[in-house]
């Protein structure tokens, strides 16, 4: 999971690149090792810690990986007898390693039973409290991201009853959502979907009314989440918050975009879409935009030396942030989706041109710079030649976001 390079070398001679991508659902591994200059036959592929540790030496240079899974005995990583920077090999029957817990990074973590009623709520900027000491006493988990926008079409008329019990009615009324009544936030009782918590406005602190029906911090102006006319509470986005349990003096914060694929999972799963318009503001009036392409829903990689993140290890304290990686650290097995993008002018023409391929999707302006980035700089981590998807009419760039 590092390079090294002998004393006696040049500055100019860097160490292999390499990359490895698994394919779980296929258990087809792909590994690509980029060298400085054309093999001569003189360079070293080694299979190292029962292979799973792929190790490759050029020029006394020397870059080693984790695979996200196991060589079998019986493959040989052979050189190619092409001079090429490029080696290539495709691999099959790859199992995921044993020592990645695949079932726990399948898992959404904030969901309603995992909250308790001690867990503070916060500004993921400046950890201002919005919601705690006990403000909610019951967590509940809606069904889908788009559960409420449903229940118009599943409920049109409410059942009249002439005989109905005082006391059921009472008790139907405090699920905060049902057949019988309008869905609604209670005091006490939070409401969690895939990227979003929906609160009773009594049982929040700290917060403003921003432009355009949002809400922000009151201490640093961050945006939050918005309005909610459906459930008349307030919907706060998962990626702006931090949450810390109890007897916790850290506050846990989670990538933006590990958010952002949750919710792209959960909408591509349920509108059965893989294409979806990211912007800001309104769409009529948005000047630009950022076309995605869930391409590939689960991928695990690992990298030999990658671009420098910004983004904390996955739960991790938010704390962590202060300190970052370096360029020449690895990245052992990562669990991502592949991603294909490209911005867009005016994405409400493109809406409207394809509207029957995708769905538009409104986020904050400050996380559509962070997708952004996030995408741009996982296209640099990747071979050059992998980068880039071009077909008749698009030209598509290749990124991972990370996912749970």
Known sequence: MSYTKSQGDPETVQPPHIYAELLPNLRHMNIHVTLHHEHNGTEEVELLNDRYTLRVTQDGCTASIDLPARIKEDVTLALSAEKTRQLDWRLGNCHLRQDVNEDAQNGTPWLADSITVDTHTACKSCKTIIAGD????IWKALPSENWAEMMEFWHCHKPIDHNANSDLDAAI???AYSASNKPRTLPGVGLVGVSNIVLSEEDCSNIKSGEANTIQCNTCSHPLGTHDSIFSGLRLDKWSLS??????????????EKHLTSLLLS???SNVVRRFMLYSGKLETATEGLLVWLFNPSIYYSLSSPLPSKNPPEGKPA??????PSPSSPISSQHASTILYHPVVKPSTTVRKHSSEMDELQIPEIVLGEIRKALEGSTEML?????EVRSSVERWRVGVLGRW
């Open 134 to 137: 006990g403000a909610v006493r």
């Open 173 to 175: 009324s405090s699920k």
């Open 243 to 256: 949450l810390r349990r109890p007897n916790c003096t850290e506050w846990t914060t989670y990538p933006t």
């Open 267 to 269: 909408l591509a799963e």
């Open 319 to 324: 704390s962590s942030l202060k300190s970052k």
């Open 383 to 387: 071979p050059e030649e992998k980068r």
